[in-house]
């Protein structure tokens, strides 16, 4: 199975930062990564697909790159809701794998 | 309205079975594979078993392999996982969820129920 490495795993930041997560793959992916959010208590919630696709919904501070086996979730101007666990997850392979979450928490 | 709705957790002793069931509806339930994935308490998520849309095609972690066992009732939009031999370690929420294919390739996971807990324990 291929293998996602997430980091870091969590961080501390404040409202209005850039915040970067990244994710690796353990062999190439191309672009079939996604990544997803996820609230204490709910299930996740897709944010953007094929590496950097927004999901209709999603506000545009988040943005994703990469291709490969290199890839990055970015949150621009981060606000109150966006303090969540965020999840990358590559769909190449039918047995899908997820990295093991990134944790933002309020400085 | 599109949603995936689960139950059939509860709790149990290691060494027996329970049966988890997802209804669909909003949405064309038998032109989508539908995934399993579960979360143990305070970790990550974990993929456990995909359903194609063509029922025959089924694909399992190997942490669950020859254990679980995934089916499909398309008269009932009903997707159910059956787990045998339960374990401590199977301990989690367990999430059914609808795969959408990209046009490119690949899939994304676009419609997640709420999840239904599933507690082994002596």
């Known amino acids: 199975d291929i293998q996602m490495t997430q980091s870091p795993s969590s961080l501390s930041a404040s409202v209005g930062d850039r915040v970067t997560i990244t994710c690796r793959a353990s062999e190439t992916i191309s672009v079939y990564l996604n990544w997803y959010q996820q609230k204490p208590g709910k299930a996740p919630n897709l944010l953007i697909y094929a590496a950097s696709t927004l999901q209709s919904g999603v506000p545009s501070r988040f943005s994703g790159s990469g291709s490969g086996t290199d890839f990055t979730l970015t949150i621009s101007n981060l606000q109150p809701e966006d303090f969540a666990t965020y999840y990358c997850q590559q769909s190449y392979t039918t047995r899908v794998t997820f990295g093991g979450g990134t944790k933002i928490e309020i400085k | 309205q599109v949603q995936l709705v689960e139950s059939g957790g509860g709790v149990v002793q290691p060494g027996r079975s329970l049966r988890l069931s997802c209804v669909a509806s909003g949405f064309s339930f038998n032109t989508y594979a539908i995934h399993w994935v579960r979360q143990a308490p305070g970790k990550g998520l974990e993929w456990v078993a995909l359903?194609?849309?063509?029922?025959?095609?089924?694909y399992y972690a190997d942490s669950v392999k020859g254990r679980f066992t995934v089916s499909r009732d398309k008269s009932k939009n009903t997707l159910s996982l059956q787990m045998n031999s339960l374990r401590a370690e199977d301990t989690a929420v367990y999430y059914c969820?609808?795969?959408?294919?990209?046009?490119?390739?690949?899939?994304?996971?676009?419609?997640w129920g709420q999840g239904t807990v599933v507690t082994v324990t002596s």
């Open positions: 969820v609808r795969a959408s294919r990209l046009k490119f390739g690949g899939d994304a996971f676009d419609i």
């Open positions: 359903m194609w849309h063509d029922d025959v095609s089924q």
